[in-house]
Each structure stands twice: as structure tokens, then as C-alpha cells.
T-cell receptor, first 112, second 112 residues
Framework: DAGVIQSPRHEVTEMGQEVTLRCKPISGHDYLFWYRQTMMRGLELLIYFNNNVPIDDSGMPEDRFSAKMPNASFSTLKIQPSEPRDSAVYFC??????????FGPGTRLLVL | GESVGLHLPTLSVQEGDNSIINCAYSNSASDYFIWYKQESGKGPQFIIDIRSNMDKRQGQRVTVLLNKTVKHLSLQIAATQPGDSAVYFCAEISGGYNKLIFGAGTRLAVHP
């Protein structure tokens, strides 16, 4: 099994630009989670999906952030417009039953 | 399990010694706990889990102990190796919910 796949692995962009992060969960996992990790705030849950449906998006910082899961094998996290304070590592994780979560390698985002 | 970010506590051990990493969790209703290991530049990796109806669980070179009375979790690593150097996170989840709440993390440094 390839595990959770995320792309890109690194992203450098300028303030105001749109950023799209992508995730392919482990096949057969019904849950998908998006996290953000920073030195100041640690690991924060942004949103999670069950069977492609968003269940809890209370961790999404503001309207600039949006996430979609059009099918069981793909999800995106979009930031528009991006700001320097969005710089962080963004992780996607998937889970078969919502408990044990398996993380991807992360996308390191730098907004200049 | 509020993350404090910048100043992670660090545990320094000699190669071959046993390591004990502690975690205080926040919710007495939490019924499932996981330890994750995060190496530099990588996503958190599942190590071992335990349910609240148990007080001890053993894996390969690792043991997790749960004390529900004082809401305390510990991870014991036997014969610590240089490859064990990483940040270790405990995470808790409450029944009926799928949101993992992560602790602040402890950095384990293994010296030869």
C-alpha cells in the first residue's frame, strides 16, 4: 500500500495567490482529515470528511480556506487568497473507521 | 491537549537505555488513545494505541500505560536506538466523535 499521498510536497507562493493542496487517501478508508502544523500552534484539525461528506469544518480558519472531496480517492484544500500567516505544513490523514489515522508526508507551504 | 508549540520538552537518553515519555490528557470521557512518532520532515506515524478499558498494552519494544484516575498516559521504549529520535505525540479521542486531540509533543534525543 502506498499510504496517503499528498502533492505538492513543497509550495512557495506569493501573498494573494491561490494555493491548492491535494490528497489521495488510502484505498478503502472512509475518513479523511486535513491538519495544519505550525511551531506556535502544533497540530490543528481543519476539517474532516466521512464518505466524501464534510462532517466538521469548525477548525477551518476563515472563509479563505475551503476543502472538497469529490470522490473517495481525492480531496483538495484550497486557500484563496493566501497570506503569509498561512505558512505551515499541511497534512492529510485517512482512517478506516475514524479512529486510528494514517498521515501523509505533508505539504510544506511558504507564502511570501 | 492544547499544543504549546515552540518549546517542546526534550528527553535525552543514552542509546540502549529505556525511555519513558509522559502525557497528560484533558478529557475524562476520552476512550481511545494513540501514540504517534514524527521524524523531522515527515508526517506523524502511528506507533501504538490503547482503549480506556485497558491499562497496559505492549508492542514491539514499546509499551503504553494508561492511568485513567489521573488522566495520564505514558509510552515506554525499551533499548532506545538512534532511530527512535523524533517528536512523540499522544492523542485522545472521545467516543462518538472522530476528532483526535493531540498533545504538545515531546522530543526524544538519543545519544550514542
Amino acid at each position: 500500500d502506498a499510504g496517503v499521498i499528498q502533492s505538492p510536497r513543497h509550495e512557495v507562493t506569493e501573498m494573494g495567490q491561490e494555493v491548492t493542496l491535494r490528497c489521495k487517501p488510502i484505498s478503502g478508508h472512509d475518513y479523511l482529515f486535513w491538519y495544519r502544523q505550525t511551531m506556535m500552534r502544533g497540530l490543528e484539525l481543519l476539517i474532516y470528511f466521512n464518505n466524501n461528506v464534510p462532517i466538521d469544518d469548525s477548525g477551518m480558519p476563515e472563509d479563505r480556506f475551503s476543502a472538497k472531496m469529490p470522490n473517495a480517492s481525492f480531496s483538495t484544500l484550497k486557500i484563496q487568497p493566501s497570506e503569509p500567516r498561512d505558512s505551515a505544513v499541511y497534512f492529510c490523514a485517512s482512517s478506516p473507521q475514524g479512529e486510528t489515522q494514517y498521515f501523509g508526508p505533508g505539504t510544506r507551504l511558504l507564502v511570501l | 491537549g492544547e499544543s504549546v508549540g515552540l518549546h517542546l520538552p526534550t528527553l535525552s537518553v543514552q542509546e540502549g537505555d529505556n525511555s519513558i515519555i509522559n502525557c497528560a490528557y484533558s478529557n475524562s470521557a476520552s476512550d481511545y488513545f494513540i501514540w504517534y512518532k514524527q521524524e523531522s520532515g515527515k508526517g506523524p506515524q502511528f506507533i501504538i494505541d490503547i482503549r480506556s478499558n485497558m491499562d497496559k498494552r505492549q508492542g514491539q519494544r514499546v509499551t503504553v500505560l494508561l492511568n485513567k484516575t489521573v488522566k495520564h498516559l505514558s509510552l515506554q521504549i525499551a533499548a532506545t536506538q538512534p532511530g527512535d529520535s523524533a517528536v512523540y505525540f499522544c492523542a485522545e479521542i472521545s467516543g462518538g466523535y472522530n476528532k483526535l486531540i493531540f498533545g504538545a509533543g515531546t522530543r526524544l534525543a538519543v545519544h550514542p
